[in-house]
């Protein structure tokens, strides 16, 4: 994996289970991190339209319609939506459900790495 910036150590795999997230400060911006069954994914916590706290937003399964009345549900957790104005982003690449190709919130890269300390552990990690 290509490095893009500073690795930051932002949780314990343990303490960021399936389905949960975590804000966090690093330098002068506001990350989310979210757990997607198992991967971790990074987004500014600021919506484009206005700036709200985007990751502070109910996260949700993505709906699809293949016609009238025909509907299908993504993976829970795929999909934040923002708490000001409920403009819809996807976790995992931070391009809006809208608009994809213009609209689009910052995504950082997000893995976890194991670090020797006293007893051995996983964190998240968030390179910005």
Not at 51 to 67: D, K, N, T, W, Y
């Amino acid at each position: 994996m290509a490095s893009t910036g500073t690795r930051h150590r932002v949780a314990r795999v343990r303490d960021l289970p399936p389905g949960e997230r975590v804000i966090v400060q690093i330098g002068s911006r506001s990350i989310g991190v979210f757990n997607v069954d198992g991967e971790f994914f990074a987004l500014r916590n600021a919506c484009p339209h206005q700036g709200g706290p985007l990751c502070e937003g109910q996260v949700l399964a993505a709906i699809r319609a293949s016609g009238p009345g025909e509907y299908e549900h993504g993976r829970p957790g795929d999909i934040v939506r923002c708490p000001w104005h409920a403009w819809e982003f996807d976790v995992r690449t931070g391009r809006s459900w809208f608009d994809p190709e213009r609209t689009r919130v910052r995504s950082y890269p997000a893995h976890v790495e194991t670090f020797p300390v006293s007893v051995e552990d996983d964190y998240v990690v968030v390179e910005a």
